[in-house]
């Protein structure tokens, strides 16, 4: 875990929600102390001892509004569905501001979720930067680990693309990759995270066919002490 105070607490936004209470019971298993948000805080809390129960109370986990999430956490992670993206980060903007924000939503239009369709700013992630501005790091990162994968203490077989705005950002956010158990990469600046975010839809049409529910990608072809690690 990140031994500093603040970048060893986070908040997930949204963290109700399948995907966020997933990644908040990892790294509630993994020590960091973790804010669940929401936009109604009763909700929250439920959550939040939902996933203290699943680790037999040796975690801290609070529930809350998104608001005092952001606020309380010096990392914080956005795991809502594309139409709430632009109205939750505008609530946010203000305590995000100087913190690093890692954005795992994927800018699905249904009921075309097949397809590819991304927003005007190129993706979610970049949207989120403008919306944000320059003074919060934004990364992307776990839009390709389906939910079913994460709230259960198996081993994830799956891989995590890591873009973002700098590279120290990356580094921060691969941390948390490994934190929740899983082997991410370094993919690059956050115009890349088209191609990542993009990647949702073709996993989801994998699985439609397949009958399967965890299609997922693995990098090959390079040693393995190079993941979960960023080099200039
Ligand atoms: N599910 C997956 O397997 C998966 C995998 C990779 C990436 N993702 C991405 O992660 C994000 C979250 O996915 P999810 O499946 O966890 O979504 P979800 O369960 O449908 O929703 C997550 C949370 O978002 C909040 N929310 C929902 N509608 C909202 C609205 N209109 N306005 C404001 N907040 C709203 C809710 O929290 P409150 O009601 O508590 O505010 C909800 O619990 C999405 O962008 C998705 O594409 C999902």
């Known amino acids: 875990m990140n031994t500093s105070p603040i970048l060893s607490t986070i908040a997930v936004l949204g963290g109700t929600g399948k995907e966020g209470k997933g990644l908040a019971f990892r790294w509630a298993k993994a020590g960091y102390r973790i804010f669940i948000g929401s936009r109604n805080p009763e909700k929250a809390k439920a ?10 109370g040796k975690a801290f986990i609070e ?17 809502v569905p594309y139409p709430a993206h632009r109205e939750t980060l505008e609530c ?34 970049q949207e989120a930067y403008a919306i944000l501005g320059k003074n919060v790091q934004v990364t992307s990162a776990f839009q390709n680990i ?12 799956c891989d995590v693309l890591v873009t973002g705005t700098s590279q120290e950002a990356r580094m921060e956010t691969l941390k948390l990759v ?8 370094d993919a690059g600046p956050i115009e890349n995270s088209v191609v990542v975010e993009g990647l949702t839809s073709v996993l989801i049409n ?27």
């Open 47 to 56: 959550t939040a001892l939902e996933i203290l129960g699943l680790l037999d």
């Open 146 to 157: 389906s939910f079913e994968q994460l709230l259960h203490a198996e081993p994830v077989e």
């Open 63 to 79: 529930g809350t509004t998104n608001i005092k999430a952001a606020q309380a956490a010096g990392i914080v992670v956005l795991t």
């Open 206 to 232: 994998i699985n439609r066919q397949s009958g399967s529910k965890n299609a997922g990608i693995k990098i090959t072809g390079i040693p393995k002490r190079i993941a979960n690690t960023t080099v200039e």
């Open 178 to 185: 490994l934190a929740a158990g899983l082997t991410g990469w």
């Open 92 to 125: 946010v903007r203000e305590p995000l501001q100087g913190k690093l924000l890692v954005d795992v939503t994927v800018p699905l239009v249904p009921p075309k979720v097949t397809r590819v369709q991304m927003p005007p700013s190129g993706s979610a992630a």
